[in-house]
């Protein structure tokens, strides 16, 4: 099992930033691939951005291609989404996500394991 816990929510102006965190516990952390989702009132669960173990590889989705930044720091269990210039249609709850070895990083149904999310709102 892995638990995952997110922080770093909040209200933001439009043309803000934010910095989300979200610490794992339980199984080793550098076995799984992590990744980024959210969801708006009246709408599907999408996916954000996504990393690798080891942090060479990143996958992000267009909307937030050159916005957002995902990293990790393995010797602290901990994944981050760095959010800048945020706009209104940002506004969702994030849920950080953990992922075996294999399969897309783009697939909600790749993940094993999921955080309880985190709000964000962008007011314009």
């Known amino acids: 099992q892995v638990q995952l816990v997110e922080s770093g929510g909040g209200f933001v102006q439009a043309g803000g930033s934010l910095r989300l965190s979200c610490a794992a516990s339980?199984?080793?952390?550098?076995?799984?691939?992590m990744g980024w989702f959210r969801q708006a009132p009246g709408k599907e669960r999408e996916f954000v951005a996504a990393?690798?173990?080891?942090?060479?590889?990143?996958y992000y989705a267009d909307s937030v291609k050159g916005r957002f930044t995902i990293s990790r720091d393995n010797a602290k269990n901990t994944v981050y989404l760095r959010m800048n210039s945020l706009k209104p249609e940002d506004t969702a709850v994030y849920y950080c996500?953990?992922?075996?070895?294999?399969?897309?990083?783009?697939?909600?149904?790749?993940?094993?394991?999921w955080g309880q999310g985190t709000q964000v709102t962008v007011s314009s």
């Open positions: 996500a953990a992922k075996s070895l294999g399969g897309s990083y783009y697939f909600k149904i790749q993940y094993d394991y």
């Open positions: 339980g199984r080793t952390f550098s076995n799984y691939g």
């Open positions: 990393i690798n173990w080891s942090g060479g590889s990143l």
